[in-house]
Antibody
């Protein structure tokens, strides 16, 4: 069974940076694109970013473009989300999720999710 | 960008009855070359990660009970939960994956009446 474990969340001040990690196991990581999805307190799910299986293409929601960078190290089966210039609006639980279709460029549904890591941006 | 709108925002249904959740996309998610609708449904219970229920608008994900069914095409979609069980209490989301961004609807909270 697919396992995804997020880490790196915490409490930071506005303007700070944070890097989230997602360690994957029990599937061929370099075959699948990966997503980051977040949920702010009391709000719904928001798709944040996608990385193609080879790391050669990335997509972002407009609200994080230029501030967040998704990346991956296929040799370590690990997905990252570098978050810069954080604002209070970025406070959320961040989930990494495995794409449902192998070797499929632009991303699809997410068929496996981690438990999430909480990021709190507060002064 | 595609905007997904769900209705209702919340609903309460009696055990054993049927729950119907609607999802409307601001533009068609039907890909004509393969005649597939790029629409998924998820169940999100408190304290747990979301769970995939439906892909391609009507295909149940592995292990999902046949009480859950998806229908619709183009811009209008429905998730139907038949014979509602207590464990179905959750927030349900639709998601379009017709090119990034892969927008979610705002969610529908399902409770037991």
């Amino acid at each position: 069974q697919v396992q995804l474990v997020e880490s790196g969340g915490g409490v930071v001040q506005p303007g700070a940076s944070l890097r989230l990690s997602c360690t994957a196991s029990r599937f061929t990581f370099n075959t699948y694109g990966m997503h980051w999805v977040r949920q702010a307190p009391g709000k719904g799910l928001e798709w944040v970013a996608f990385s193609r299986n080879d790391g050669g293409m990335e997509y972002y929601v407009d609200s994080v473009k230029g501030r967040f960078t998704i990346s991956r190290d296929n040799s370590k089966s690990t997905l990252y989300l570098q978050m810069n210039s954080l604002t209070t609006e970025d406070t959320a639980v961040y989930y990494c999720a495995k794409d449902g279709s192998p070797n499929d460029g632009d991303g699809n549904w997410s068929d496996s999710w981690g438990q999430g890591t909480l990021v709190t941006v507060s002064s | 960008d595609i905007v997904m709108t769900q209705s209702p925002g919340s609903l309460a249904v009696s055990l054993g009855e049927r729950a119907t959740i609607n999802c409307k996309s601001s533009q068609s998610v039907l890909h004509r070359p393969n005649n597939k609708d790029y629409l998924a449904w998820y169940q999100h219970k408190a304290g747990q990660p979301p769970k995939l229920l439906i892909l391609w608008a009507s295909t149940r994900a592995s292990g999902v009970p046949d009480r859950f069914s998806g229908s619709g095409s183009g811009t209008d979609f429905t998730l139907t939960i038949s014979n509602l069980q207590a464990e179905d209490v959750a927030v349900y989301y639709c998601q379009a994956y017709y090119g990034p961004p892969h927008s979610f609807g705002q969610g529908t909270k399902l409770e037991i009446k």
